[in-house]
């Protein structure tokens, strides 16, 4: 068995040889761009597009056509696609089926009201319950995250007769007004006044927190960089956090301990893909029911088989939501979102007017009944699982030859973190300009990955469920190849330090 690790950690290991392989093979061809020119929309960006929208690179990419796990620019420049548009486009891009869905059904049908019934609402909401828990039997379409994140807090409020909302530190739930005042970042929060009615707690992070190991989360690799405090099959972690949230009763909330809902992701996206203890989330929820709120599961990233081992993350923490907000890969880049509730949670909504112009039109229903279809079909929730563990373990390999550079690999099937430091033991963020650099060399080399956390030092990959392992190692290769040169640049001197301590 010792032998048979060895034999695996080093086939996980294998391609760590500072060369850079081929990008992988994609058969399709696109178009020749013929619109407006670079310099001319980048212009136009800068002067008529909102400030507050950052482009992502030193040297702007223009996107210009998509397909699968591939993105092409203007120049027909190909890159591979391992961020999705953050965690949206699920199934691939410009999926035949869906976009076949969506012009069949612009030839009969664009938009009417939710006052009138048309059958593709019909079909979409029951191919959903389908995936639903049994007792989630109401389906409110809406058209993006935020404004899924409002409404459950509407029903929360509606429900329970109380006002208040937590949710935990350097979580994010929208941009919007009710949304934002529940999402725990400075880096997201202006210098205005709150709605009232949200109280945030600590975050149970196991690896930047005050307790915990990474071997605490569920996640298929670990870091034993860090000492664990858990004895006798007990998590400590798990019993430290719990016992910070139980402060939230004890001083931010009414005498009564009434409270509205509580609101969590499966894993924290934005936030850096931040993993809780096991069992965590089960408790609190104990807790909220005991006092008469509502738990609401954010599954806008974690939902639709990302997380590889369930359709749901929240399955993987054994609780049992009483609203489900979901959104990003339900329409694999379309508009929509959806809230799922119970019935009898649902009828609160009756005791006033509550509409969505454009929730649940024919285009958006024929855009979720075909990623649906295409999940199954294409066995993509099997693939996040397979293809996503394999990447995890690649990754986590790469921390040995990147020691003080990587502080944590973290996440579950696609759902995937890699946390860059300056300082391995108070575990602080790569300075920003650095971070940049590393993304850019990344994407000069054809593959495009995210940034999150609260210092925007996490390099996030979540791509579409249809990659391969032949992409999972040119990704690893084409890090490890950007950190070397960051090594380079930067940290020989630092490193050389470091391994002489050792």
Same mark, same amino acid.
């Given at each position: 068995?010792?032998?048979?690790?060895?034999?695996?950690?080093?086939?996980?290991?294998?391609?760590?040889?500072?060369?850079?392989?081929?990008?992988? @093979?994609?058969?399709?061809?696109?178009?020749?761009?013929?619109?407006?020119?670079?310099?001319?929309?980048?212009?136009?960006?800068?002067?008529?597009?909102?400030?507050?929208?950052?482009?992502?690179?030193?040297?702007?990419?223009?996107?210009?056509?998509?397909?699968? !796990?591939?993105?092409?620019?203007?120049?027909?420049?190909?890159?591979?696609?391992?961020?999705?548009?953050?965690?949206?486009?699920?199934?691939?891009?410009?999926?035949?089926?869906? @976009?076949?869905?969506?012009?069949?059904? %612009?030839?009969?049908?664009?938009?009417?009201?939710?006052?009138?019934?048309?059958?593709?609402?019909?079909?979409?909401?029951?191919?959903?319950?389908?995936?639903?828990?049994?007792?989630?039997?109401?389906?409110?379409?809406?058209?993006?995250?935020?404004?899924?994140?409002?409404?459950?807090?509407?029903?929360?409020?509606?429900?329970?007769?109380?006002?208040?909302?937590?949710? =935990?530190?350097?979580?994010?739930?929208?941009?919007?007004?009710?949304?934002?005042?529940?999402?725990?970042?400075?880096?997201?929060?202006?210098?205005?006044?709150?709605?009232?009615?949200? +109280?945030? &707690?600590?975050?149970?992070?196991?690896?930047?927190?005050?307790?915990?190991?990474?071997?605490?989360?569920?996640?298929?690799?670990?870091?034993?960089?860090?000492?664990?405090?858990?004895?006798?099959?007990?998590?400590?972690?798990?019993?430290?956090?719990?016992?910070?949230?139980?402060?939230?009763?004890?001083?931010?909330?009414?005498?009564?301990?009434?409270?509205?809902?509580?609101?969590?992701?499966?894993?924290?996206?934005?936030?850096?893909?931040?993993?809780?203890?096991?069992?965590?989330?089960?408790?609190? !929820?104990?807790?909220?029911? !005991?006092?008469?709120?509502?738990?609401?599961?954010?599954?806008?990233? &974690?939902?639709?088989?990302?997380?590889?081992?369930?359709?749901?993350?929240?399955?993987?923490?054994?609780?049992?939501?009483?609203?489900? @907000?979901?959104?990003?890969?339900?329409?694999?880049?379309?508009?929509?979102?959806?809230?799922?509730?119970? %019935?009898? +949670? %649902?009828?609160?909504?009756?005791?006033?007017?509550?509409?969505?112009?454009?929730?649940?039109?024919?285009?958006?229903?024929?855009?979720?009944?075909?990623?649906?279809?295409?999940?199954?079909?294409?066995?993509?929730?099997?693939?996040?699982?397979?293809?996503? @563990?394999?990447?995890?373990?690649?990754?986590?390999?790469?921390?040995?030859?990147?020691?003080?550079?990587?502080?944590?690999?973290?996440?579950?099937?696609?759902?995937?973190?890699?946390?860059?430091?300056?300082?391995?033991?108070?575990?602080?963020?790569?300075?920003?300009?650095?971070?940049?650099?590393?993304?850019?060399?990344?994407?000069?080399?054809?593959?495009?990955?995210?940034?999150?956390?609260?210092?925007?030092?996490? =390099?996030? +990959?979540?791509?579409?469920?249809?990659? &391969?392992?032949?992409?999972?190692?040119?990704?690893?290769?084409?890090?490890?190849?950007?950190?070397?040169?960051?090594?380079?640049?930067?940290?020989?001197?630092?490193?050389?330090?470091?391994?002489?301590?050792?």
């Amino acid at each position: 068995m010792k032998l048979r690790k060895c034999f695996r950690w080093g086939q996980l290991r294998r391609i760590h040889t500072g060369k850079l392989g081929n990008l992988p @093979t994609c058969e399709y061809t696109p178009s020749n761009y013929d619109g407006t020119d670079y310099e001319i929309a980048k212009e136009s960006r800068t002067k008529n597009s909102i400030p507050s929208v950052k482009l992502l690179y030193k040297t702007p990419l223009m996107i210009h056509e998509g397909r699968g !796990q591939w993105l092409f620019d203007h120049n027909g420049q190909r890159y591979l696609d391992m961020f999705g548009g953050i965690a949206t486009v699920s199934i691939g891009h410009s999926h035949p089926k869906v @976009t076949s869905a969506i012009a069949e059904q %612009a030839k009969r049908l664009t938009h009417t009201s939710m006052l009138y019934m048309h059958p593709r609402l019909h079909e979409y909401t029951e191919k959903l319950r389908n995936k639903l828990p049994k007792n989630l039997d109401v389906v409110y379409l809406v058209n993006s995250g935020s404004e899924a994140t409002e409404l459950a807090f509407l029903l929360a409020r509606l429900y329970t007769g109380s006002q208040d909302i937590v949710s =935990l530190g350097n979580c994010y739930h929208g941009g919007s007004y009710a949304s934002s005042a529940s999402t725990a970042s400075s880096a997201w929060r202006y210098p205005i006044s709150s709605p009232p009615g949200h +109280i945030h &707690t600590r975050n149970p992070d196991v690896y930047k927190g005050p307790w915990g190991n990474p071997r605490c989360r569920d996640s298929p690799v670990t870091s034993n960089k860090m000492k664990c405090q858990c004895t006798n099959g007990e998590c400590l972690a798990c019993e430290m956090y719990l016992e910070d949230f139980e402060n939230v009763f004890r001083h931010s909330l009414p005498s009564n301990g009434r409270i509205a809902g509580f609101i969590a992701e499966s894993i924290q996206g934005v936030g850096g893909v931040v993993q809780y203890p096991r069992r965590y989330l089960q408790r609190v !929820q104990k807790r909220i029911r !005991q006092n008469g709120g509502l738990f609401i599961a954010d599954e806008v990233q &974690t939902g639709f088989g990302r997380t590889g081992e369930h359709f749901w993350g929240f399955k993987a923490h054994e609780v049992e939501p009483d609203i489900i @907000t979901m959104a990003k890969g339900i329409g694999n880049g379309f508009p929509m979102a959806a809230v799922a509730t119970k %019935a009898k +949670i %649902a009828e609160t909504l009756s005791r006033a007017l509550h509409f969505n112009t454009f929730g649940g039109n024919p285009l958006a229903c024929a855009a979720g009944c075909a990623v649906l279809d295409i999940i199954e079909e294409e066995d993509l929730q099997k693939n996040s699982l397979v293809v996503g @563990t394999y990447l995890l373990h690649r990754l986590s390999a790469l921390m040995i030859d990147h020691p003080t550079t990587i502080g944590d690999v973290r996440g579950k099937g696609l759902m995937i973190g890699v946390e860059l430091i300056s300082d391995v033991e108070k575990k602080s963020p790569l300075p920003a300009e650095q971070v940049a650099d590393i993304l850019e060399d990344i994407k000069n080399m054809n593959v495009l990955v995210g940034k999150g956390g609260l210092n925007f030092n996490v =390099l996030r +990959i979540k791509p579409p469920m249809c990659i &391969t392992k032949e992409d999972a190692d040119y990704t690893v290769d084409v890090l490890n190849k950007a950190l070397e040169r960051h090594r380079d640049k930067y940290l020989r001197d630092k490193e050389s330090v470091f391994f002489s301590a050792v």
